[in-house]
């Protein structure tokens, strides 16, 4: 068969439209944080395009050598505002105003393009006050204790900044409940990297939900797989990049989408 034929075979491979009505839902804080690690610095607009093109083809899966094309239901995406409060440099004495940094103007400017996007539901939790600051990490924290840093020689980029979210996890279960117990797809992919999710997960699937996690190629807990119905990365730039992501809870489906 030649090449020209080859090509037009591929072209032309059969889709069907099913009837799997899927939410996905992204933890906004953890996408930025892995897109970040794996495409460097992009516009907000750049990003938002990024993440829309990255989302959306979970919507396409391959069962028994088939393209199948999901109806998407809603993106959910959560995260939390830009923190806009002065935080004190305990290195250099003085307070940083963090609303009239880059990172706030982007992070906004990022927000606002997902608003305008078709389909995209914007869910903001909030930052802890009462947990904000700078504070020395462990590895540094040894090093001081053992002798070798010396507290005259700390900077600041020998700090770390903790703000705490809150709020987040408890919209994303909020949102999956609602969506199992309303009957509202039958598709649940949810974007995230820890464990939280877990009693979410566990109701949806009793509804029936056929609940997906993508964890951007992170290493997840090995109990994890038995709450899940499968595991799956849609980009091999984040399989590549993190490469001790753990090896996939494949349903039938999920072994043809690996070429994707």
């Given at each position: 068969?030649?090449?020209?034929?080859?090509?037009?075979?591929?072209?032309?491979?059969?889709?069907?439209?099913?009837?799997?009505?899927?939410?996905?839902?992204?933890?906004?804080?953890?996408?930025?944080?892995?897109?970040?690690?794996?495409?460097?610095?992009?516009?907000?607009?750049?990003?938002?395009?990024?993440?829309?093109?990255?989302v959306k083809r979970h919507l396409n899966e391959k069962i028994n050598?088939?393209?199948?094309?999901?109806?998407?239901?809603?993106?959910?995406?959560?995260?939390c505002p830009p923190i806009d409060k002065a935080i004190y440099d305990p290195i250099n004495k003085k307070n940083i105003e963090f609303s009239k940094t880059d990172t706030f103007k982007w992070t906004n400017e990022?927000?606002?393009?997902?608003?305008?996007?078709?389909?995209?539901?914007?869910?903001?939790?909030?930052?802890?006050d009462a947990e904000q600051g700078y504070y020395l990490p462990p590895l540094k924290t040894k090093e001081l204790l053992s002798?070798?840093?010396?507290?005259e020689d700390i900077q600041l980029q020998d700090l770390s900044l903790m703000m705490k979210q809150?709020?987040?996890?408890?919209?994303?279960?909020?949102?999956?409940?609602?969506l199992a117990y309303k009957k509202q797809v039958n598709q649940i992919i949810l974007i995230a990297g820890d464990s939280d999710f877990v009693p979410a997960a566990k109701l949806a699937r009793r509804e029936g939900i056929d609940f997906v996690l993508d964890p951007l190629g992170a290493k997840i807990k090995e109990n994890l797989f038995e709450h899940i119905d499968g595991l799956n990365v849609k980009d091999n730039n984040f399989k590549g990049k993190f490469k001790n992501v753990a090896k996939d809870k494949t349903s039938a489906i999920e072994k043809d989408q690996e070429n994707n």
């Open positions: 068969m030649s090449k020209n034929r080859q090509s037009d075979k591929k072209t032309h491979e059969p889709k069907i439209f099913d009837n799997v009505v899927t939410a996905i839902l992204v933890d906004g804080g953890f996408y930025r944080k892995r897109a970040h690690a794996c495409f460097g610095n992009q516009t907000p607009e750049e990003r938002a395009d990024q993440l829309e093109s990255y050598g088939i393209e199948h094309e999901h109806t998407l239901y809603r993106i959910f995406y959560y995260d990022f927000f606002t393009e997902l608003k305008k996007r078709r389909k995209f539901a914007l869910r903001l939790g909030e930052l802890s002798g070798k840093l010396k507290v809150k709020g987040v996890d408890m919209r994303i279960g909020v949102d999956i409940a609602s």
